[in-house]
Nanobody, 113 residues
């Protein structure tokens, strides 16, 4: 069983920044590619960014150039640095080891003036 705890969300003004963290309960975390997803009210969950175990990253077009995903395998933690935030980035953000059914509780990000 893998437990995931997302944190770092909050209320931020447009143009602001937040850094999300996702801590996993097990050291086998390091072998998984990890995905950051988000779900806005009334919308389907969408993939925002991925990072492989070796550190290769990919981003959705909507966040490319603004978001940066990284990981610290020694801490079993993956991060999502979000800059130049827009109101349309408002959502609950989740992390997920790719190919698994493990999800955390998510962390709310609200971008509003």
């Amino acid at each position: 069983q893998v437990q995931l705890v997302e944190s770092g969300g909050g209320l931020v003004q447009p143009g602001g920044s937040l850094r999300l963290s996702c801590a996993a309960s097990t050291s086998i975390f390091s072998i998984y590619a990890m995905g950051w997803y988000r779900q806005a009210p009334g919308k389907q969950r969408e993939l925002v960014a991925t990072i492989t175990s070796a550190g290769t990253t990919n981003y959705a077009d909507s966040v490319k150039g603004r978001f940066t995903v990284s990981r610290d395998n020694a801490k079993n933690t993956v991060y999502l640095q979000m800059n130049s935030l827009k109101p349309e980035d408002t959502a609950v953000y989740y992390c997920n080891p790719k190919g698994t059914a493990y999800w955390g509780q998510g962390t709310q990000v609200t971008v509003s003036s």
